[in-house]
């Protein structure tokens, strides 16, 4: 175990690690489930749907809408080779389900402040936690890792952050989020799709159907993959036949190295590092878009976070300030993009790596992030967005979302006023755009 340890904090903290590959991606409220899930859609379900009855609006949806939706995806599956048997104990049952419909429409009224998001999530009991499960599940960590190349760390980690170690996988029937889901018109192509995978997955024997519970969305088990992302990444590592991520470890913790591997995962390299900015840094080099060499950010006076020169390599890497500069600042290489393929949020992918990194063995953060931030309403990012549009800087079209587009803006802004172009929405520039924060 102390082995392993010290090899991966030498990988996590030596100079070594930097001639291995890694850079960065966009937005920023972290999604219900992966995205990376949600991307890998096998072409083969989208190449077997056909044009749908019209579905009703979720709205007015009542248990006579629903019987006849069931009815039209019942015939759909049995055109794409679902068995009967599947269909009528699974689909046949399935209940619609209210409070998923009402989950699926609703937006966080606030932004979430880097602080409140790292500091919930990367906690000394998660650490402490993973740390102890390494130990007890050490054989299979490490023959995981022999085979597809990902640190038990970083499994550890995403573990730790989808489920909290398997302790809550969701508690709503599978079949009856994704069912209902894809008789409401909003987003009815994509859950048809994950609700035809989900009657594969019942199809193929991996769990019983009134087993397979996930989140309201349709993530399922222990690293909650969406049923397109089982059905392509999902293996059975402990030998019963079986692909099952919610009662084996071993199922679970390979199929997550595998579709890590897939994404496009560096074995020797980490997803980044703290580091410390000088004093007149200039800041609208920061950003996931604009990647220079380590050389280049060394030049620019980025040291590590201790203090300690960066090495003269022409690795590539982008420099990431989440709470601005009065908070922490990162540089992220190509495994960054890879955490971010699973989950497109800039906070989920940081925490990912600073948790796998305390978990071996390293230390917290040397600069942590400002807790007195605004949380921004909804509407006062929009106002921000309109604001910055109308005096000619291009901050997208008004969203509400604060993401990559809105703090370059914002950057720009800040710079012509001659303050800190970090992006960071503080007070002061909030004050400058007519926005009033508590």
């Known amino acids: ?21 890694q850079a960065p991606a966009p937005a920023e409220q972290s999604a219900v489930t992966p995205a990376a899930a949600i991307n890998n859609t096998p072409t083969t379900g989208r190449q077997a749907l056909q044009p749908a009855a019209p579905k009703p609006v979720a709205a007015t949806m009542g248990a006579a809408d629903f019987s006849a939706c069931i009815n039209h995806f019942s015939s759909l599956a049995k055109t794409q080779g679902i068995s009967a048997n599947t269909i009528n104990n699974s689909l046949a049952k399935a209940n619609l389900n209210q409070r998923v419909l009402e989950l699926d429409k609703q937006q966080p009224e606030f932004t979430t402040t880097f602080a409140d998001y790292f500091n919930r999530r990367v906690t000394e009991q998660r650490v402490a936690q993973g740390r102890s499960l390494w130990v007890e599940h050490r054989a299979l960590l490490e023959r995981v890792e022999q085979e597809y190349g990902v640190p038990a760390p970083y499994l550890l980690a995403f573990w730790g952050l989808e489920t909290n170690y398997g302790s809550f996988f969701g508690n709503i029937n599978v079949v009856d989020s994704l069912a209902t889901l894809a008789c409401d018109t909003r987003r ?32 399922m088990g222990h690293v909650q993959f969406m049923p397109s992302a089982f059905l392509k990444h999902a293996v059975d590592y402990d030998g019963d036949n079986k692909r099952d991520l919610w009662k084996s470890k071993a199922d679970a913790m390979a199929s997550g190295a595998n579709f890590l591997r897939n994404l496009g995962w560096q ?14 840094f200039p800041f609208l080099e920061a950003g996931l878009k604009n990647t220079k060499s380590l050389s280049e ?8 976070a201790d203090n300690s020169p960066l090495p003269a390599d022409e690795m590539q890497a982008a420099l990431l300030v989440p709470a601005g500069h009065q908070g922490p600042a990162f540089l992220v290489y ?10 497109r949020s800039e906070f989920y992918a940081i925490a990912v790596g600073q948790l796998a990194d305390q978990i071996a063995g390293g230390g ?8 007195n931030a605004p949380r921004l309403h909804r509407d006062q990012v929009i106002a921000l967005q309109t604001q910055l549009n109308t005096k000619g800087i291009d901050a997208g079209t008004p969203d509400g979302i604060f993401g990559p587009g809105t703090r370059r803006a914002l950057s720009e802004f800040q710079q012509q006023q001659g303050m800190i172009a970090d992006g960071f929405p503080n007070r002061e520039v909030l004050k400058l755009l007519g926005i009033m924060v508590k």
């Open 1 to 21: 175990m102390m082995n392993t340890l010290r090899h991966f904090l030498t990988i996590a903290c030596c100079s070594s690690l930097l001639s291995c590959a």
């Open 188 to 219: 009815s192509e994509f859950f048809t799709i994950e609700l035809m995978n989900a009657l594969r997955i019942l199809d193929e024997g991996a769990i019983a159907p009134a087993q397979m519970v996930g989140s309201w969305a349709g993530a």
């Open 267 to 280: 074995p020797k390299a980490r997803w980044g590092r703290e580091v410390k900015l000088p004093k007149d």
């Open 297 to 304: 950010w060394r030049q620019l006076g980025v040291t590590r």
């Open 334 to 343: 190509d495994n960054f993009n890879v955490i971010m393929r699973w989950n």
């Open 364 to 371: 917290k953060l040397l600069q942590s992030p400002p807790e």
